[in-house]
């Protein structure tokens, strides 16, 4: 089962056109073992040393944006000190829940954004982010 899974993931980067060395195996079977979720270079590198990984922070920095730019993950940049990667690439939006740092998901199909402006020439909209901060009642 676990060498399936190995198999399933080194296919995976092979598909998406990044070599898949030993460190990018074992960060994105722990990245994409729990279905989608969002998540910090700094999250993932607690995990990756947990599960006996020995990766540098700068590693874990420098693969995740590799996932990024060969479309497996998405940047989420909630507030300016904190950027998330988003293991679900779909269309959707997301609530921040301030003071916790968490992040869920919205259906696309929960939101209707009407009216974009035209982008400028030789331009296109690649897609829209929205995200709905939420934070305590009475905080």
Do not use: W
């Amino acid at each position: 089962m676990m060498a399936e899974r190995l198999k399933e993931t080194e296919a995976r980067l092979r598909r998406s056109g990044l070599r898949p060395t030993r460190q990018r195996i074992a960060l994105a079977s722990l990245l994409f073992a729990k279905g989608d979720r969002h998540l910090t270079v700094e999250e993932l590198h607690e995990e990756a040393l947990a599960a006996d990984v020995p990766v540098s922070l700068a590693t874990v920095y420098n693969t995740l944006h590799q996932f990024t730019e060969a479309g497996l993950i998405r940047v989420l940049a909630v507030e300016s000190a904190k950027t998330y990667f988003d293991t679900n690439v779909s269309d959707h939006h997301h609530f921040f829940i301030e003071g916790e740092n968490e992040v869920l998901d919205i259906p696309v199909s929960n939101i209707v954004i009407d009216n974009l402006p035209e982008p400028p020439e030789g331009l296109e909209i690649s897609h829209v982010d929205v995200v709905i901060r939420l934070r305590q009642k009475g905080a």
